[in-house]
C-alpha cells in the first residue's frame, strides 16, 4: 500500500506542469518629475486642509457618507472580505450535526433480505422485513493541504481584500476630486450667467442710445437692427447659463446621494489666488500614495497565489471523513451503549491522471492573468506618472494664462469706455462700437473659464498625487 501511495504522488508531480517564469522589461521610474515638484507631497494633506473652502468641504464631508457609488465600492470590500473567509473556512475541517431517520425494505430474493431472514436483531427477534433506521452522530471531513493549495488560495484571497480596499481608496481620491470639480464649475456657471445679464443690461442701454441717434438722424435703421441682434444674442446666451447652472446643481447633489435642491456656496472661491507651485515630492511616493498603483500591486501578488495554486491541483489531494454517533432500529435503543455506538474512519488519496482539461486550462488562465496584472501594474505606474508631470505643467500655464487674460480684459474695459465716448460724439460708428462690446464680452467669458482652469489644476494635482484617501476615518476600516 505504502509502494502505491509514493508511485501515485510521483506519477503526479512528474505530470505537474512547471511555473513559468513570468517576466516583464523593468521600467525604472524616473528620479524626479519633468516639472520642478520638490517637497513633501501634497498628497498627505488633509483634503479639508488643502481646499480651505468649508462650503466645499461641507459637500465633500457628506458625499464621502452617501455617494451611491462609493457605497457600492464598500459592498465590494465586505464581497472581498467573505473570500477571505471562505478561503480561511477551507483550511479547516468541516463538522456537522447529523440527524436521521428512515425505513427499509429487502426483497427477499436478495442477498439482504435472504440474510436479515435468518439473522436476529436482538436475542430471539429477527431482523424485521420493514427496518426502521434512526441516527443521531456528527460527521466531519477535512482536505489535507498538503501542497499548499488552499494556503495560496487563502493568501490570493488577502490579496484580492487589500487590493478591493485600495479599490475604495481610489474612489474616495476620485469622489472628492469630482465634488470639487462639479463645485468650481458651478460656480463659474453662476458667474457666467452673471456676466451675461450684466451685459445684455449694458447692450439694451446701447441699443435705446442707437434708438436716440436715429431719431436724431445720426444713425440708421441697420444700427438699430444690428444692436437688436445682439442683444437677442446676449439674451440666448443668459439662458442657456441659466440652465448650465442648474445641471450643474444637480450633477453636484447626485455625486452627494441626494435629490435636487439648492447648494450653498461662496461664489469668491473661484477667484482664490492660484498657487505657485504645489509640492508632488518625487515619483516614488506615488508606489505608496496613489491607491490606484498599490491596488494594481495587490492585484499581481494575489495572481502569484493563484498560479501556484494552479499548479497544486495537479497533485494528489488527500481527503479524510469520520463520522461518530448512535444508530439503531427503534428509538428506545438510540443511546444504548455500546451496542448502538456507531463510528467511521475513512481517507482517500486521489490524483488526477487523465483527461486533465480543466487543470490544464485553470493553469493557463492563471499564467495569463498574472501576465495581465504586471501589465496593468507597469501601466498604473505609467499614468501616475504622467498624471503627476500634467499637473504641475497645467498649474503653471493657469498662472499664465490667467496673468494675460486679466491683462485683456483691462486693457478691453478701457476701449470700451473709448468707444462709448467716441459713438456719442459721432466720432466712431455703431460697428466699432459692437465690435468692442463683443470682444468685451467673450474676454469676460474666457476669464471666467481660466479662472475655472486654474482651479480644476489645483484639484487635478492633489487627484494626481494620490491625495483625499489618507485622511484618518475616512477609508473602509480606518485603514491607511
Not at 441682434?229 to 453636484?252: D, F, K, M, P
Not at 515619483?283 to 498560479?307: G, I
Request: charged share 20%.
Amino acid at each position: 500500500m505504502r509502494r502505491v501511495v509514493v508511485l501515485i504522488i510521483a506519477v503526479s508531480a512528474g505530470c505537474a506542469p512547471k511555473t513559468p517564469k513570468v517576466e516583464l522589461a523593468e521600467k525604472v521610474l524616473p528620479q524626479t518629475f519633468a516639472v520642478d515638484g520638490l517637497g513633501a507631497s501634497a498628497a498627505e494633506m488633509d483634503w479639508r486642509a488643502y481646499f480651505g473652502d468649508p462650503a466645499l468641504n461641507a459637500l465633500i464631508a457628506e458625499g464621502l457618507a452617501n455617494n451611491p457609488d462609493l457605497l457600492i465600492a464598500l459592498q465590494r470590500v465586505e464581497l472581498a472580505r467573505a473570500g477571505v473567509k471562505r478561503a480561511t473556512g477551507a483550511l479547516l475541517p468541516q463538522v456537522n450535526l447529523a440527524l436521521g431517520a428512515s425505513l427499509r425494505r429487502f426483497g427477499r430474493y436478495t442477498m439482504d433480505g435472504a440474510g436479515n431472514a435468518t439473522t436476529d436483531i436482538r436475542p430471539g427477534q429477527v431482523v424485521p422485513a420493514n427496518l426502521p433506521d434512526f441516527l443521531v452522530g456528527f460527521t466531519a471531513s477535512w482536505e489535507v493541504d498538503l501542497w499548499g493549495k488552499l494556503r495560496n488560495e487563502r493568501k490570493s484571497a488577502i490579496a484580492q481584500y487589500l487590493a478591493s480596499l485600495q479599490g475604495t481608496n481610489f474612489a474616495l481620491t476620485s469622489l472628492i476630486a469630482d465634488i470639487a470639480s462639479t463645485y468650481y464649475q458651478l460656480i463659474a456657471f453662476d458667474h457666467l450667467h452673471a456676466i451675461l445679464e450684466q451685459t445684455a443690461s449694458r447692450q439694451a442701454d446701447g441699443l435705446e442710445a442707437v434708438r436716440a441717434q436715429k431719431a436724431a438722424g445720426r444713425a440708421n435703421e441697420l444700427a438699430v437692427q444690428q444692436f437688436e441682434a445682439q442683444v437677442a444674442e446676449t439674451r440666448a446666451a443668459e439662458v442657456a447659463a441659466r440652465q448650465q447652472v442648474t445641471e450643474t446643481e444637480n450633477a453636484l447633489n447626485l455625486l452627494l446621494g441626494r435629490f435636487p435642491q439648492p447648494i450653498a456656496r461662496s461664489r469668491e472661491a473661484l477667484f482664490a489666488e492660484i498657487p505657485e507651485r504645489i509640492a508632488a515630492g518625487v515619483p516614488s511616493d506615488l508606489l505608496r500614495n496613489r491607491a490606484d498603483v498599490r491596488e494594481a500591486e495587490l492585484e499581481v501578488e494575489a495572481s502569484r497565489f493563484d498560479v501556484a495554486a494552479a499548479r497544486a491541483a495537479f497533485l494528489p489531494s488527500l481527503n479524510i471523513t469520520a463520522g461518530i454517533g448512535y444508530q439503531a432500529f427503534n428509538p428506545r435503543f438510540l443511546f444504548t451503549t455500546p451496542e448502538s455506538l456507531a463510528y467511521s474512519v475513512m481517507g482517500g488519496l486521489v490524483a488526477p491522471l487523465l483527461n486533465r482539461s480543466a487543470l490544464e486550462a485553470q493553469f493557463i488562465g492563471a499564467n495569463a492573468l498574472q501576465l495581465q496584472a504586471m501589465v496593468a501594474y507597469q501601466k498604473a505606474i505609467l499614468v501616475a506618472y504622467a498624471d503627476v508631470v500634467n499637473g504641475l505643467s497645467g498649474l503653471q500655464r493657469a498662472r499664465e494664462g490667467l496673468a494675460l487674460k486679466k491683462e485683456q480684459k483691462d486693457a478691453l474695459l478701457r476701449a470700451i469706455d473709448t468707444a462709448d465716448a467716441l459713438f456719442r460724439a459721432g466720432k466712431a460708428s455703431y460697428l466699432e462700437v459692437l465690435i468692442v462690446q463683443q470682444s468685451s464680452l467673450r474676454a469676460d467669458l474666457e476669464l471666467i473659464e481660466t479662472h475655472q482652469r486654474g482651479r480644476l489644476a489645483v484639484i487635478d494635482l492633489y487627484k494626481a498625487l494620490g491625495g483625499g484617501w489618507h485622511v484618518e476615518g475616512v477609508t473602509p476600516d480606518g485603514d491607511s
